[in-house]
């Protein structure tokens, strides 16, 4: 498989992330929301320095069921990595109270129609390039790959999912019994185009934030004849509390985007997305794919640069 380049990686992460989540909430066959499964909080941080524990555990999205929480990390491809393994150790390591605790935090009674008490914690990671075969084929070659699948699973239960295809488990046992362990053992049907719930990838870098600003701004502009407009803080406001979205990030992005013509500073942190910018505006997950924001940045402040350079050169020829 070719290298992919970072918008592309970004991109892919998402897509990852909504493939999983329709399987919760919508196009599956059913979904785990029609077994009461329920995601309170998407990228928490379970957090325990009590008695002597030393856990920071950061999970990309909570399956829970009034029951059972479920840990789930999400991964696009098939390596399984050292830092994997560290991934779900540290899941393996939360406790009841613990995750009791994170609930509360994310208002779960608020959210859901449960209570936040927790009888089992079980922590799963996702593949979405792993499969029976690839495990299969790579353990008779590889005895490292052997070892970091039996490390990983000693944490984990390891599931694969697919467009169109199910979500279901490699490898692993579950710790506890319950509907939602049953339900996953089972497998879900998933389906081949899920609907696009979560747009940034738990990193937030520039290029997938700002395929994410003209997706849900700047598409918005067709159907206004006098513009849209956005500021910074409502674009934080947006991704919050999920995402903290970085200003710095905020700020390349914007900058970005007027540079190749795809809104307007019309004023300070307040930008205008307009008809006219439309065939930009669609053209920017395109101009991410190919360049790092930063380094297009970098590399049209070097040619502005170098043709003020030229210029002074030229004025002072002219004037010899």
């Given at each position: ?126 593949y979405q390039d792993l499969d029976e075969d690839y495990i ?157 924001v930063e380094d297009y940045l970098r590399a049209d402040d ?19």
């Amino acid at each position: 498989m070719p290298s992919l380049s970072a918008g592309g990686r970004q991109r892919r992460e998402v897509n990852t992330y909504n493939l999983f989540y329709a399987a919760v909430t919508a196009r599956a066959d059913p979904p785990l929301s029609a077994r009461g499964v329920r995601i309170p909080v998407m990228f928490p941080v379970f957090e325990d320095t009590s008695e002597g524990r030393d856990i920071e555990a950061e999970p990309d999205m909570v399956l829970y069921d009034g029951s059972t929480c479920m840990l789930c990390e999400i991964k696009s491809g098939h390596h399984i990595n050292e830092r994997d393994i560290a991934q779900m150790a540290e899941c393996d390591k939360v406790a009841i109270e613990t995750a009791e605790a994170e609930l509360k935090n994310a208002q779960v009674q608020e959210k859901t129609e449960y209570d936040g008490t927790v009888t089992a914690v079980e922590s799963v990671i996702v593949y979405q390039d792993l499969d029976e075969d690839y495990i299969a084929e790579t353990r008779q070659e590889s005895d490292d790959f052997c070892d970091a699948l039996d490390r990983l699973t000693d944490h984990a239960v390891l599931l694969t999912q697919d467009y169109g295809g199910d979500l279901r488990v490699l490898a692993g046992e579950f710790a506890a019994e319950g509907a939602l362990q049953s339900a996953l053992s089972a497998g879900v049907s998933l389906p081949e185009n899920p609907p696009d719930k979560i747009m940034l990838t738990e990193g937030m870098e520039p290029e997938i934030l700002a395929i994410a600003v003209t997706d849900i701004w700047g598409e918005q502009a067709l159907d206004h004849d006098g513009g849209v407009e956005v500021t910074r803080e409502q674009v934080r406001d947006f991704f919050a509390p999920q995402h903290n979205v970085n200003p710095g990030d905020l700020g390349l992005v914007f900058e970005f985007l007027q540079d190749v013509g795809a809104c307007e500073e019309v004023d300070t942190h307040r930008y205008e997305f307009r008809r006219e910018h439309m065939s930009t505006i669609l053209r920017v997950e395109e101009l991410v794919m190919e360049q790092r924001v930063e380094d297009y940045l970098r590399a049209d402040d070097q040619a502005t640069f170098e043709a003020f350079g030229d210029s002074d050169a030229s004025d002072t020829t002219q004037g010899e």
